[in-house]
Nanobody, 126 residues
Framework: QVQLVESGGGLVQAGDSLRLSCAVS????????MGWFRQAPGKEREFVAA????????GHGDSVKGRFTISRNDAKSTVYLQMNSLKPEDTAVYYC???????????????????WGQGTQVTVSS
């Protein structure tokens, strides 16, 4: 069984930085493509970033491009989301997700992911 546990959320001011972590337990982390999504109150869950199984390919949503960066450390079975220049509109619950997929392709939609974490709250004050 694969379990994902997010951490690193909190309350920050606009312009600050945060780094979210997602620790993955279970076997074969290196075979999983990983993603981050977020959901603000009253809104649908939104794609934030994704990275393929070996880290060679990644992608970021338009609203975070240039500010957020996804990365992975297979030795630690952890995926990260570095968030810089945070804005109040980044306030949301952030979820990480795992998809058992090897290859170049990354997944942008929720339905493609096999496992999800419980989420971590990020609040950005103005």
């Amino acid at each position: 069984q694969v379990q994902l546990v997010e951490s690193g959320g909190g309350l920050v001011q606009a312009g600050d930085s945060l780094r979210l972590s997602c620790a993955v337990s279970g076997r074969n982390f290196s075979r999983y493509a990983m993603g981050w999504f977020r959901q603000a109150p009253g809104k649908e869950r939104e794609f934030v970033a994704a990275i393929n199984w070996n880290g060679a390919n990644s992608g970021h949503g338009d609203s975070v491009k240039g500010r957020f960066t996804i990365s992975r450390n297979d030795a630690k079975s952890t995926v990260y989301l570095q968030m810089n220049s945070l804005k109040p509109e980044d306030t949301a619950v952030y979820y990480c997700a795992a998809e058992l997929r090897m290859g170049w392709r990354i997944a942008f939609t929720q339905g493609e992911y096999d496992y999800w974490g419980q989420g971590t709250q990020v609040t950005v004050s103005s």
